[in-house]
């Protein structure tokens, strides 16, 4: 009997997908796990295998073409199968679908109680109190490894950072439910550990069953991809390039073509070292041939354009979301207004000087602007605060977060308690945070807290340039570059040091009056450091 294939939702935001390619084409055979189509959801383009056998009877939906969740997306029966009913009435197609996914979920609880001995699920973790899904970066175990209590499983991207993940069983690691380079909502099926030779086959389908419908489809796909889809494709079609999905990602950070690569992976898959070491030839041929070409050229040679336009996709990383949500909440939500003041900063430079003098002590000028921040809002608490709807927040305790580039985007360690750390203090604490942010190693404890924000980009000689509210902050301080330039002093022209801040505030928390006399007393910190050693 016709089985009628619906749009999976593929993710628990997805509302529609698009078939970005169909690896099987009418009349052909299907056996159970054979890939039939990649599918784009709102998260990622994941590979879409059959449940069913039996010969592929109809498309309902072309390549580059998309449809609702459910919607009609193929039919599986019996070669020459009258399909006909099924086309015209769609209704009994989606009720002989519901009927097992009912009844699988009331059974899984069962299933789920009655787990095979020493059997434990892992699922996907929540790292960080924003975390709603997480991406596998790299597996650092393999489906039949022994792991050990405490051995790293996998590298795990969460909105904010890329953490380690170790586990807290022992025994084989049995099954994995997301493929590298994937994601997955928390709590879904990552893993499954337990005794060697152990059938855990039921355990993740009834687990699947239960409220995550990613993970056994991640983990099929990646075997029919290696063993049975390859081969098909690399005889039948020669434009498809089968990657691993961190190696095509590392391959997009790197802009290296793919089709250049050769892979060492089962069947010519391309895994993760052969991008890493792929070198490319093209570029040492251009170069022998560039002297020819510059020596024979014309004076002046009319410009005949020529190639194609180019555009990339590069995927959006978990904390590249997370920064676009939260900076478009805060910029639409909060009423935004800037208070720009020029700072002279010779004495400071004076003192800096003095400071790093001292063996073993390094005291940058942000550290200086970062001290002086704290120092004034312990006397002016009304920008230390937060705007609840219900009541306006004062904090006593100052938390300064100090924004860092990273390579994904950005992220803002927080130095706890900083009204009480001396400059070195400051200075040793934000060197520590920062390298561990470039290195993808802060904790989420790290990166929580902060009652307000500073951001510097003088270091790029940016004048001077605001920044959005990092929230639930009422303020932040965008920190320009030291010019050296002629200033009056005395009435008389002399040449100065000065650096141009520019505070941005949350008007529901910080009037005017408030922002300006906090401006005022950062510069009197600033323009005489002594009275921060005090």
């Known amino acids: 009997m016709?089985?009628?294939?619906?749009?999976?939702?593929?993710?628990d935001t997805m509302t529609e997908g698009v078939v970005a390619t169909w690896l099987k084409k009418v009349g052909d055979t299907i056996k159970e796990g054979d890939i039939l189509a990649?599918?784009?959801?709102?998260?990622?383009?994941?590979?879409?295998?059959?449940?069913?056998?039996?010969?592929?009877?109809?498309?309902?939906?072309?390549?580059?073409?998309?449809?609702?969740?459910?919607?009609?997306?193929?039919?599986?029966?019996?070669?020459?199968?009258?399909?006909?009913a099924l086309l015209s009435g769609g209704a009994p197609a989606p009720k002989t679908e519901a009927a097992p996914v009912a009844e699988t979920k009331t059974e899984a609880p069962k299933a789920a109680a009655a787990l095979p001995a020493g059997v434990k699920v892992v699922t996907m973790p929540r790292l960080s109190d924003t975390m709603t899904d997480g991406t596998v970066a790299t597996w650092l175990k393999k489906v039949g490894d022994t792991v050990k209590e405490g051995d790293i499983l996998a590298e795990i991207e969460t909105d904010k950072a890329t953490m380690e993940f170790e586990s807290f069983n022992s025994g084989t690691l049995l099954y994995i439910g997301v493929n590298e380079g994937q994601t997955a909502p928390v709590d879904s099926i990552l893993a499954i550990i337990g005794p060697a030779g152990t059938d855990?086959?039921?355990?993740?389908?009834?687990f699947s069953a239960g409220g995550s419908v990613e993970a056994p489809a991640v983990e099929k796909a990646v075997e029919v991809k290696t063993e049975t889809a390859v081969p098909t494709q690399n005889t039948?079609?020669?434009?498809?390039?089968?990657?691993s999905p961190l190696a095509k990602k590392i391959a997009q950070d790197k802009g290296i073509d793919l089709s250049q690569v050769k892979g060492s992976g089962e069947?010519?898959?391309?895994?993760?070292?052969?991008?890493e070491?792929?070198?490319?030839?093209?570029?040492?041929?251009?170069?022998?041939?560039?002297?020819?070409?510059?020596?024979?050229?014309?004076?002046?040679?009319p410009f005949v354009p020529a190639g194609e336009k180019f555009q990339e996709e590069i995927k959006n990383s978990q904390m590249r979301k997370t920064i676009a949500r939260r900076l478009a909440e805060s910029k639409f939500t909060a009423p935004h207004y800037y208070l720009t003041i020029e700072v002279a900063m010779d004495e400071a430079m004076k003192s800096r000087a003095v400071i790093n003098t001292v063996p073993d002590t390094k005291v940058s000028f942000n550290d200086m602007v970062v001290k002086a921040c704290a120092m004034a809002l312990k006397k002016h608490p009304q920008?230390?605060?937060?705007?609840?709807?219900?009541?306006m927040v004062i904090n006593h305790h100052v938390n300064i977060g100090v924004a860092v580039a990273v390579e994904d985007g950005l992220v803002v360690p927080v130095l706890n308690f900083t009204d009480q750390m001396s400059l070195s203090?400051?200075?040793?604490?934000?060197?520590?945070?920062?390298?561990?942010?470039?290195?993808k190693k802060l904790t989420p404890a790290e990166m929580e807290g902060s009652t307000f924000t500073v951001s510097n980009l003088g270091m790029f000689g940016i004048q001077s340039f605001t920044s959005i509210i990092n929230q639930p902050n009422s303020a932040i301080l965008s920190v320009g570059a030291i010019e050296e330039k002629p200033v009056v002093r005395n009435g008389q022209i002399v040449v100065g040091n000065t650096m141009t801040v520019t505070l941005a505030c949350d008007h529901r928390t910080v009037d005017g009056a408030t922002g300006a006399q906090f401006l005022q007393t950062l510069r009197q910190f600033l323009e005489n450091p002594v009275t921060m050693l005090a």
């Open 2 to 11: 016709a089985v009628v294939i619906t749009m999976p939702r593929l993710s």
């Open 38 to 84: 990649e599918i784009e959801t709102d998260k990622a383009t994941m590979e879409f295998e059959s449940f069913n056998a039996g010969t592929l009877l109809h498309i309902g939906i072309p390549e580059g073409e998309s449809a609702p969740v459910d919607s009609l997306l193929a039919i599986i029966g019996a070669p020459g199968e009258d399909i006909s």
């Open 200 to 206: 855990v086959s039921g355990v993740a389908a009834n």
């Open 236 to 243: 039948s079609t020669g434009g498809r390039v089968f990657a």
């Open 267 to 275: 069947n010519g898959r391309i895994v993760k070292s052969d991008v």
């Open 277 to 301: 070491g792929f070198t490319p030839q093209a570029a040492a041929v251009q170069a022998a041939s560039a002297p020819a070409a510059t020596t024979s050229a014309p004076a002046v040679k």
């Open 383 to 391: 920008v230390n605060s937060q705007w609840r709807e219900d009541a």
């Open 425 to 439: 203090q400051i200075g040793a604490n934000v060197k520590d945070l920062a390298g561990k942010a470039k290195n």
